[in-house]
């Protein structure tokens, strides 16, 4: 479904990815892992058409896509999460999905309701302005956001970062979730262990370049890889 063909990405004259290469499947969970910094919201970035690559290529269900913008790239069907929400602090919870819902032809399964069945304390928190939310409400809103526009694919920054263990665990059972219902999906995430069990397919980045990659199976067989993050 997704081909990232060699890109390179700069922000002004820092060259920030180098020739980064991955492939995501129809109804896979990829991860691409790494430390702060290694390169992984940039590569999100880039997919998106947020951070256009110079060189390298973009390919989505076999169309070149590169560089195209980012509202294209949503309606061709790719969500994306960024790691910082941005959501709308002074609308409520419903406004914020409201705001974001689309329909398309073929994709018409996501919308409140079913969000809410995704993330049940957001129903509770429905007229509750954005800004007054915990960081863990936060993200389920920013994922369920994202789910309004139903995509095919949806790209997660740091799903899990500054939450509490017990919510890690439970956007673990909704990334299950989505998988089953036939969501494609790349994590972006430092929580290695946390993002393998959920994974078919798995890139670690770091310095802006592709180390390792291969199958999760793969990935946790590999004495350097398990050495080097620690699995």
């Not at 007054?132 to 694919?153: D, V, W, Y």
Request: proline share 4%.
């Amino acid at each position: 479904m997704l081909e990232v063909d060699g890109i390179h990405t700069y922000y002004g004259l820092s060259h920030i990815l180098f020739g980064v290469s991955l492939e995501v499947d129809a109804g896979q969970v990829a991860c691409l892992l790494g430390r702060n910094g290694a390169g992984k919201t940039t590569t999100l970035k880039s997919i998106l058409g947020i951070a256009p690559p110079r060189q390298g290529r973009v390919r989505f269900k076999g169309v070149d896509v590169t560089g195209e913008e980012p509202f294209v790239m949503v309606r061709r069907g790719i969500g994306y999460v960024p790691d910082d929400r941005r959501i709308f602090a002074d609308l409520t919870v419903g406004e914020n999905l409201e705001i974001a819902a689309r329909r398309e032809k073929g994709r018409e399964y996501w919308d409140k309701k079913k969000v809410f069945e995704l993330f049940p304390p957001l129903e509770r928190l429905d007229h509750r302005r954005g800004g007054l939310l915990s960081g863990g409400e936060q993200k389920m809103l920013a994922i369920g956001r994202a789910l309004m526009g139903n995509p095919e694919f949806l790209l997660l920054d740091e799903p899990t970062e500054g939450i509490a263990p017990v919510l890690v665990r439970a956007f673990g059972k909704t990334i299950v979730r989505l998988k089953e219902v036939g969501l494609t999906v790349l994590i972006a995430e430092q929580n290695v262990k946390f993002t393998l069990k959920l994974s078919d397919r798995g890139y670690i980045i770091d310095n802006g370049r592709i180390c390792y990659q291969g199958t999760v199976k793969e990935l946790v067989e590999n004495e350097e890889v398990r050495r080097t993050c620690g699995i």
